[in-house]
């Protein structure tokens, strides 16, 4: 190549030598960020499918027939506390209070758990009154988008288990508080996934 | 490999960065996801407009909550990650418009003009 050619006292750099320090975790941000927009476009799929089949009823129950608002209200309240709550935890550990950033994330698990707790309920509700997955296209779309939903929420609360086990074992190291901030990005993008099923499978199905 | 550009560097990047959060960024987005929350429930439960109206509302209500939850939540900035996050967030934004906006067109096109007619059923040989 025409390298040897370069003789000037500084030579002209055309790509960088030296390595740069990648300290541990320093994308580790930006992946989870990367990951949480490929979860979007599974949501995305799954809310186009809904989109598609929801006003599929196979002369079965139509979403006017079957959801109770007042408890799809109460389960976005509970999404929603547990995201305040969360923003509390990640307050205190900015603080560096071990204790605190547990206890709130202990009040976010149980918000969390208030909320799939009342989903099962729903799911139970629906099932014994014969509205199934197998009755109709719509109902096939609505179990698979709010349980895909329902189970990104249940491992964050095991995630939520997880992290409260390792800041009572290691504190608040490095790791641990990229880990909260990961589970908060999670968290936090679950409500904002909720955001469009509230609108779009309840409030919009209720209102057709 | 020597260890010294590594010292150096790792004085500059040896604290990860990471969003600051504040007490008021959570509370302003907390009252504002409550009330863009409250009033598309209300307007569907209570239903003082018409359907359309209703309808095009709550759509509009949940895009502004959307935007809410990602600059008080996710602490959405375009300089975050140097400009990658959001730069991935528009990318995904965008193959989301295209796929939904694709799939329910197409869909709806097929269900309206290929779907057997009622009339023509009977001219059926």
Redesign the interface.
């Known amino acids: 190549m025409s390298s040897k050619t370069i003789t000037a006292e500084e030579p002209v750099q055309f790509y960088d030598l030296?390595?740069?320090?990648h300290?541990e975790?320093?994308s580790?941000?930006?992946g989870f960020?990367?990951y949480l927009?490929s979860d979007?476009?599974i949501f995305?799929?799954l809310?186009?499918c809904f989109?598609?089949l929801g006003a599929n009823y196979a002369a079965g129950p139509a979403p006017k027939d079957l959801f109770d608002?007042k408890l799809?209200?109460l389960n976005?309240?509970m999404l929603?506390f547990s995201?305040?709550t969360y923003?509390?935890a990640?307050?205190q550990m900015?603080m560096g209070k071990v204790r605190g950033t547990q206890l709130w994330l202990a009040v976010t698990g149980l918000f969390g758990l208030g909320f799939l707790g009342i989903e099962l309920y729903e799911f139970y509700h629906l099932i014994e009154i014969g509205a199934t997955p197998q009755r109709s296209a719509f109902l096939s779309s609505f179990f698979t988008l709010v349980g895909t939903h329902g189970l990104h929420v249940t491992f964050g609360v095991i995630w939520l288990v997880v992290l409260m086990i390792q800041l009572g074992k290691h504190g608040l190291i490095?790791a641990n508080?990229?880990r909260v901030?990961c589970l908060s990005?999670f968290w936090?993008?679950l409500?904002?996934i909720w955001?469009?099923v509230?609108?779009?499978v309840y409030?919009?199905g209720?209102?057709r | 490999?020597s260890a010294d550009?590594?010292a150096?560097?790792?004085q500059?990047?040896?604290?990860?960065?990471?969003?600051?959060?504040?007490?008021r960024?959570?509370?302003v987005?907390?009252v504002l996801?409550?009330i863009l929350?409250a009033i598309?429930?209300w307007l569907?439960?209570e239903r003082p407009l018409s359907?359309g109206a209703?309808?095009a509302i709550?759509?509009i209500?949940?895009a502004a909550?959307?935007v809410v939850?990602?600059v008080y939540?996710?602490h959405m900035t375009p300089k975050a990650?140097d400009g990658?996050?959001l730069t991935?967030?528009v990318?995904?934004v965008i193959?989301?418009v295209i796929?939904?906006a694709g799939?329910?067109w197409v869909?709806h096109h097929l269900n309206t003009n290929m779907m057997p007619q009622v009339h023509d059923t009977s001219q059926l040989p």
Do not use: N
Request: glycine share 6%.
């Open positions: 030296d390595e740069h320090a300290p975790g320093h580790t941000m930006l960020w990367i927009m979007c476009l995305a799929i809310f186009a989109g598609v608002l799809i209200a976005t309240a929603l995201s305040i923003g509390f990640v307050l900015q490095a508080k990229r901030m990005m936090h993008f409500d904002v955001i469009g509230f609108t779009i409030l919009m209720v209102l | 490999m550009p590594h150096a560097h790792g500059v990047h040896g604290e990860i960065e990471m969003p600051h959060a504040s007490m960024d959570y509370l987005g907390f996801s409550v929350t598309p429930f569907v439960m359907t209703t309808a709550i759509m209500l949940a909550q959307i939850h990602m939540f996710l990650e990658w996050s991935s967030l990318f995904t193959v989301v796929m939904l799939s329910l869909m």
